[in-house]
């Protein structure tokens, strides 16, 4: 606890004298000689904000655009694949429906007298037509 307060304290001190390292030469300027460097230079929280965007910017551009883009490709890929096994068993769902809700047709003439004939034709294999087989 004490470390974690000891770098906290030096770390508030450095940068108030990063801050105020120049604050010597700031006090023996004019209002004139001040509003002419404000005026040439950007305020420092702009300065700032730009150096983060840019970091940010070369950061996304060199490291993490391939990966997070590689990502989410992986992604959508693994969540096309759940769609479509769950478009396959609706589909399947759907087919057993309709084979329940149609009623069988009734088997047209032909084939009602080709199972008539076959009914009464007895031929059976011999049990030496069986082994042949």
Same mark, same amino acid.
């Given at each position: 606890?004490?470390?974690?307060?000891?770098?906290?304290?030096?770390?508030?001190?450095?940068?108030?004298?990063?801050?105020?390292? *120049?604050?010597?030469?700031?006090?023996?300027?004019?209002?004139?000689?001040?509003?002419?460097?404000?005026?040439?230079?950007?305020?420092?929280?702009?300065?700032?904000?730009?150096?983060?965007? *840019?970091?940010?910017?070369? !950061?996304?551009?060199?490291?993490?655009?391939?990966?997070?883009?590689?990502?989410? $490709?992986?992604?959508?890929?693994? $969540?096309?694949?759940?769609?479509?096994?769950?478009?396959?068993?609706?589909?399947?769902?759907?087919?057993?429906?309709?084979?329940?809700?149609?009623?069988?047709?009734?088997?047209?003439?032909?084939?009602?007298?080709?199972?008539?004939?076959?009914? !009464? !034709?007895?031929? *059976?294999?011999?049990?030496?037509?069986?082994?042949?087989?």
């Amino acid at each position: 606890m004490i470390f974690a307060f000891t770098i906290s304290f030096f770390s508030i001190v450095g940068i108030i004298g990063i801050l105020l390292r *120049h604050a010597p030469q700031v006090a023996r300027m004019t209002d004139e000689e001040i509003a002419g460097v404000l005026q040439r230079e950007r305020p420092l929280l702009t300065q700032a904000w730009e150096y983060a965007l *840019h970091l940010m910017r070369t !950061t996304w551009q060199k490291y993490l655009r391939e990966k997070i883009y590689a990502f989410i $490709v992986k992604k959508i890929s693994q $969540v096309r694949i759940v769609i479509l096994r769950l478009e396959q068993k609706l589909y399947r769902f759907a087919a057993r429906l309709r084979e329940r809700t149609h009623a069988p047709k009734p088997p047209s003439a032909y084939w009602k007298d080709m199972h008539e004939w076959r009914k !009464t !034709t007895h031929w *059976h294999k011999q049990p030496h037509q069986i082994e042949k087989d």
